[in-house]
């Protein structure tokens, strides 16, 4: 999988399978998250993902992560919803998600 940095951010760091992102630097300031609270963040990378694969987000420190599943080429951006009940605190340089690369293969649905 090719990634192109399109801010300053610390380089995406492959631990085990999954890949870990962070949160650019130039994120404006540290932002609070009461419960249910959510915050965009365009994590400043862009991917390319190899055909026949696809990026799927799997945790974030912050609660619940919502993002597209990459199956082609695109900019990797991430919504946080904190859905614990202490306020999170989400600041730059700080690890935004791990995410892991699949192998994916289609095949037809039979009913």
Known sequence: ????????VKDPEQAGEHI????????PGT????????VPINLGVEVKVPKGCM?????SPYGQVSTSILEE?????MTVTNTGWDV???EPGSEALQAVLIRIKVEGIEI
């Open 1 to 8: 999988m090719k990634i192109v940095k399109t801010t300053e």
């Open 73 to 77: 080429t695109g900019e990797l951006i």
């Open 31 to 38: 932002h609070f998250l009461a419960h249910g609270q959510d």
């Open 55 to 59: 990026l799927l987000a799997l945790s």
């Open 20 to 27: 870990i992102f962070y949160i650019p630097d130039n994120f």
């Open 88 to 90: 999170v605190q989400v």
